[in-house]
């Protein structure tokens, strides 16, 4: 299975932006549907948004519908979650992660290859 390496977290103040990157290797992103996930401290695992393998089908979360965006690039093996608009509640480390479905699913646990987070900290 593909190994994936996340990027792009950072500590930002409420209202700003950040592009979180995902890159994979060993292997082609394309035969997997792909997932942000998020985990704030203290909180279960959440889902935050997902795009089919070939990027026809994408959701967001309800709570960050409006502000996030997903978008894939299969011939650079790479998925990208743009954040506009980020609230403190948006804390959390956001994960990367694969569901070998066509389109994946809006439940964190669905998601069986991760990877090794990326840390978001919003300051108000």
């Known amino acids: 299975q593909v190994q994936l390496v996340d990027s792009g977290g950072g500590l930002v103040q409420a209202g700003d932006s950040l592009t979180l990157s995902c890159v994979a290797s060993?292997?082609?992103?394309?035969?997997?549907?792909v997932g942000w996930l998020r985990q704030a401290p203290g909180k279960e695992g959440a889902f935050v948004a997902r795009?089919?393998?070939?990027?026809?089908?994408?959701n967001v979360a309800n709570s960050v519908k409006g502000r996030f965006t997903i978008s894939r690039d299969n011939a650079k093996n790479t998925v990208v979650l743009r954040m506009n608009n980020l609230q403190p509640e948006d804390t959390a480390v956001y994960y990367c992660?694969?569901?070998?479905?066509?389109?994946?699913?809006?439940?964190?646990?669905?998601?069986?290859?991760w990877g090794q987070g990326t840390q978001v900290t919003v300051s108000s």
């Open positions: 060993g292997g082609t992103l394309d035969s997997y549907a």
């Open positions: 992660a694969t569901n070998s479905g066509i389109t994946g699913t809006d439940y964190y646990w669905d998601y069986n290859n």
């Open positions: 795009i089919s393998r070939r990027g026809g089908t994408k």
